[in-house]
């Protein structure tokens, strides 16, 4: 079957460290800190139009993937309507400590709303001025903030969950410090910081069919995109193919449908892992969109540029009685490991961030 007659979805997964972490192949993945550590990962996604570009879409359902406790913007029908060129789902935020620790995060979204978040938000932008569920009438970028989020690595686990299986779920399957956020309803627990969200940014990649059947990726950033992988399944038969790193444009011819969804995960986690992600948040991260990355169809998946999440996505940690930390977004190839006007700029901080590395798929 030729890709012509199936709709190219871009995925982008962001995987993302703010901390010197260590790895050893082969072994089993386990933390380790000094102080606070913080790891994030997520997933962009867009549909690639006849002629190459990303397209405006709307999700077929809203957000009846996600268990009844997770927040929404308005109302659960509120994303049904929400049309945007990129989906921005799932982004789980992680930390690590050896101690209580108290922290507050923002993270900002440009030309676009959080939709679902969870735990509760102290504050979700814009509020208010959002009305006829479009993305292209001019607003402030959107914005969620936890104001106080206690980190208790002595927390007894008592995650909300539903009776049936979540994709959700699988995100808490990792040795991550568990987290609490007080409530006037209570206290609410988990083992990350959750959010989603809708934008019209413009993403780095056109993709579009040769008369050939080949699949041409340009690069319209002025970043080199750090890898690309072309997957294809027809039925019970899939194929993946390694593109390596755009400078400008490069040519995927279609995949041999003879690999596995197994080796394509681990490949995949191995990609994670070297973006600077723990092994059991890799395969965390795999476990959680198994089911929509690797369906019937076509898939380009590709790395993030550095510039790209720095605009995009600005990520501000701060330790409670501490000035913010000042991230200096970094998002290497998995040759270049280190920022070392990072760290120095960080020190203060009490928060040791090396890298935010990000991953796109």
């Known amino acids: 079957m030729s890709l012509k007659q ?3 979805l871009f995925y982008v997964v962001l995987a993302c460290s703010f901390t010197i972490t260590s790895y050893l192949p082969g072994r089993e993945a386990r933390p380790v800190y000094s102080g606070l550590t913080a790891h994030e990962w997520g997933t962009f996604t867009s549909i690639a139009g006849s002629a190459g570009q990303a397209v405006e879409w709307s999700p077929l359902t809203g957000s ?3 268990p009844g406790f997770v927040e929404h913007f308005r109302n659960t029908g509120f994303k049904l309507g929400l049309r945007g060129t990129v989906r921005m789902e799932t982004p789980v935020l992680y930390f690590y400590d050896s101690r209580e620790e108290t922290v507050s995060v923002k993270v900002s979204f440009a030309k676009g709303v959080i939709t679902e978040w969870y735990p509760h938000a102290s504050r979700v932008e814009p509020a208010k001025n959002l009305f006829d569920r479009s993305l292209y009438q001019s607003h402030a ?6 104001d106080s989020v206690t980190l208790e690595p002595s927390l007894r686990s008592e995650f909300p969950r539903e009776n049936r299986d979540n994709h959700y779920y699988a995100a808490r399957l990792t040795s991550s410090t568990p987290l609490r956020v007080k409530t006037q309803a209570g206290d ?4 990350f910081l959750f959010y989603r969200g809708v934008s019209v940014f413009p993403v780095p990649l056109l993709a579009k069919l040769t008369p050939e059947d080949e699949l041409l990726v340009e690069n319209r950033s002025e970043e080199e995109i750090p890898n690309t992988i072309l997957f294809e399944r027809r039925g019970q038969k899939v194929g993946y193919r390694v593109g390596g790193a755009v400078q400008k ?3 995927l011819e279609p995949p041999e449908l003879s690999a596995t969804i197994e080796d394509l995960g681990r490949d995949l986690e191995g990609m994670l892992v070297a ?7 890799a395969h965390a991260m795999v476990e959680t969109w198994r089911d929509s990355w690797f369906e019937e169809g076509s898939r380009l998946l590709y790395i993030v540029p550095a510039q790209m999440m ?5 990520l501000s940690i701060s330790l409670k009685g501490r000035s913010p930390l000042r991230i ?3 998002w290497p190839s998995t040759a270049d490991s280190s920022s070392q006007s990072c760290k120095q700029s960080s020190r203060k901080s009490g928060i040791r961030p090396e890298r935010r590395s990000c991953t796109k798929i």
Not at 310 to 314: D, E, I, M, S
Request: charged share 25%.
């Open 249 to 251: 444009e490069t040519i």
């Open 310 to 314: 720095h605009a995009v996505l600005p």
């Open 6 to 8: 199936l709709r190219l």
């Open 141 to 146: 970028d959107g914005s969620i903030t936890w």
């Open 64 to 66: 009846t993937d996600l």
């Open 328 to 330: 200096r977004q970094h």
């Open 188 to 191: 609410q627990q988990e083992k």
């Open 275 to 281: 973006q600077g992600l723990y092994q059991d948040e």
